[in-house]
T-cell receptor, first 117, second 115 residues
Framework: AQTVTQSQPEMSVQEAETVTLSCTYDTSESDYYLFWYKQPPSRQMILVIRQEAYKQQNATENRFSVNFQKAAKSFSLKISDSQLGDAAMYFCAYRSTTMNRDDKIIFGKGTRLHILP | NAGVTQTPKFQVLKTGQSMTLQCAQDMNHEYMSWYRQDPGMGLRLIHYSVGAGITDQGEVPNGYNVSRSTTEDFPLRLLSAAPSQTSVYFC??????????????FGPGTRLLVL
C-alpha cells in the first residue's frame, strides 16, 4: 500500500524568505501523480502544484516549485518570497494512475507553515 | 457550477444517534470520496467511489456507510455515532480514467461533534 510521510509537523519562515517543505512516499508503482495542497484557516483545500511521475522536469507555479526525486521517492515543496498569505497547513498527496477500482488518493499528515512578519 | 457542496456545515449529535452527511457535485465527476480530518492525522480516506453503484472502503471505514446511486450524490451515513467520530469531514470529487492528474475538488467541510 502506498504511504505519504511529511516529517515536519510545523515550520516557520520569515516573510520574503524561502522555505522548503518535505514529503516522502512509498510505492511500488512506476507512474503516479503527486500533489501539494494548501489549507488556510478557512479549511478550504486548494491545489498548489502537481507533478506527474513520468515527467523528469520539476513543476513550477509562480513562487511555488517542487524538487521531485523519483529514485529517492521525495517530493519537496519550495516556496520563494514567502508572503503572509502563505500561512496555512500544507498537505502532500499521492494518486495512482492505475486504471482500476483501487484509485485511492493518499494524503500525508500535513505541515503547518507559519510566516513571521 | 456550484462545485462540491456539503450539508450540514455543523452538526452536534449524541452518542448512538444516526445521521447522514450529504455531498453533491455538479461537474459530472466519476470519482468521489469522503475524508475525515483530525488534528495531527491529516486527511484519512473513509470511503470512495469510482462511479454510480460502485463503492470501496478506504483507510478508516468502520462506523460509516456510503452509497452511490447517482453520479452527483455520495452521502455518508453514521449508523451509531461515537465520540471518536468527532471530526471535520470533507467530500471530494474528481474525474477518473484519463484525467487522473486532475485535482480533487473539495467541499467546504462538515464539522461534527459527538457528545
Amino acid at each position: 500500500a502506498q504511504t505519504v510521510t511529511q516529517s515536519q509537523p510545523e515550520m516557520s519562515v520569515q516573510e520574503a524568505e524561502t522555505v522548503t517543505l518535505s514529503c516522502t512516499y512509498d510505492t511500488s508503482e512506476s507512474d503516479y501523480y503527486l500533489f501539494w495542497y494548501k489549507q488556510p484557516p478557512s479549511r478550504q483545500m486548494i491545489l498548489v502544484i502537481r507533478q506527474e511521475a513520468y515527467k523528469q522536469q520539476n513543476a513550477t507555479e509562480n513562487r511555488f516549485s517542487v524538487n521531485f526525486q523519483k529514485a529517492a521517492k521525495s517530493f519537496s515543496l519550495k516556496i520563494s518570497d514567502s508572503q503572509l498569505g502563505d500561512a496555512a497547513m500544507y498537505f502532500c498527496a499521492y494518486r495512482s494512475t492505475t486504471m482500476n477500482r483501487d484509485d485511492k488518493i493518499i494524503f500525508g499528515k500535513g505541515t503547518r507553515l507559519h510566516i513571521l512578519p | 457550477n456550484a462545485g462540491v457542496t456539503q450539508t450540514p456545515k455543523f452538526q452536534v449529535l449524541k452518542t448512538g444517534q444516526s445521521m447522514t452527511l450529504q455531498c453533491a457535485q455538479d461537474m459530472n465527476h466519476e470519482y468521489m470520496s469522503w475524508y475525515r480530518q483530525d488534528p495531527g492525522m491529516g486527511l484519512r480516506l473513509i470511503h470512495y467511489s469510482v462511479g454510480a453503484g460502485i463503492t470501496d472502503q478506504g483507510e478508516v471505514p468502520n462506523g460509516y456507510n456510503v452509497s452511490r446511486s447517482t453520479t452527483e450524490d455520495f452521502p455518508l451515513r453514521l449508523l451509531s455515532a461515537a465520540p471518536s467520530q468527532t471530526s471535520v469531514y470533507f467530500c471530494a470529487s474528481s474525474p477518473l480514467v484519463e484525467s487522473r492528474g486532475e485535482t480533487q475538488y473539495f467541499g467546504p467541510g462538515t464539522r461534527l461533534l459527538v457528545l
